[in-house]
T-cell receptor, first 113, second 115 residues
Framework: GAVVSQHPSRVICKSGTSVKIECRSL??????MFWYRQFPKQSLMLMAT?????????EQGVEKDKFLINHASLTLSTLTVTSAHPEDSSFYIC?????????FGPGTRLTVT | GESVGLHLPTLSVQEGDNSIINCAYS??????FIWYKQESGKGPQFIID?????DKRQGQRVTVLLNKTVKHLSLQIAATQPGDSAVYFC??????????????FGSGTRLQVQP
């Protein structure tokens, strides 16, 4: 149980375009979902926390107008990278919380050319 | 700011040896700690957790030790196997009155198992 999926697993886009990444909790309901970003050979850095039906809370330094988060249901959160630039290329990992446990998705590799 | 850090960026061990990965945390309010394993191109995989009211917890081939006095956490892997090669992260969490925040991750240690 407690499986979190992400789609797509890999995406390549051109600079200036927008990309949407989906995160789903497959067998449980998640009132809270988290989005992390991981650059090569670095740790996971929290970008934002989203609660179902309310606005996401962004960490300091993360632009909320660039990284749009929608948590419309208890099983789905989306991250949209708007006007992507090469420096946005990274590994994006979502996480969903059930009770006190936090479960992680497999990640999405974004490459902006 | 508050952070969770690691002493060694890379640890190389021989297959069959025991591995010890260390982590120092700075927030004395942390009450829940987790070790994750991350293979290349994949999300973090839960290994073992420990709460602050414990100082040791054992799983299958893994043991986590918590020393709250010096704010130190370690992961011991017995009889290390090639499949254990990965990056290992410790993560900490705090339970404020209004609910848990997101996990905060340390900088990671790469474990290389030599055959």
């Amino acid at each position: 149980g407690a499986v979190v999926s992400q789609h797509p697993s890999r995406v390549i886009c051109k600079s200036g375009t927008s990309v949407k990444i989906e995160c789903r909790s497959l067998d449980f309901q998640a009132t809270t979902m988290f989005w992390y970003r991981q650059f090569p050979k670095q740790s996971l850095m929290l970008m934002a926390t989203s609660n179902e039906g309310s606005k996401a809370t962004y960490e300091q330094g993360v632009e909320k107008d660039k990284f749009l988060i929608n948590h419309a249901s208890l099983t789905l959160s989306t991250l949209t990278v708007t006007s992507a630039h090469p420096e946005d290329s990274s590994f994006y990992i979502c996480s969903a919380r059930a009770e006190y446990e936090q479960y992680f998705g497999p990640g999405t590799r974004l490459t902006v050319t | 700011g508050e952070s969770v850090g690691l002493h060694l960026p890379t640890l190389s061990v021989q297959e069959g040896d025991n591995s010890i990965i260390n982590c120092a945390y700075s927030n004395s309010a942390s009450d829940y700690f987790i070790w994750y394993k991350q293979e290349s191109g994949k999300g973090p995989q839960f290994i073992i957790d420990i709460r602050s009211n414990m100082d040791k917890r054992q799983g299958q081939r893994v043991t986590v030790l918590l020393n709250k006095t010096v704010k130190h956490l370690s992961l011991q892997i017995a009889a290390t196997q090639p499949g254990d090669s990965a990056v290992y992260f410790c993560a900490e969490n705090i339970a404020p009155g209004t609910g848990r925040r997101a996990l905060t991750f340390g900088s990671g240690t790469r474990l290389q198992v030599q055959p």
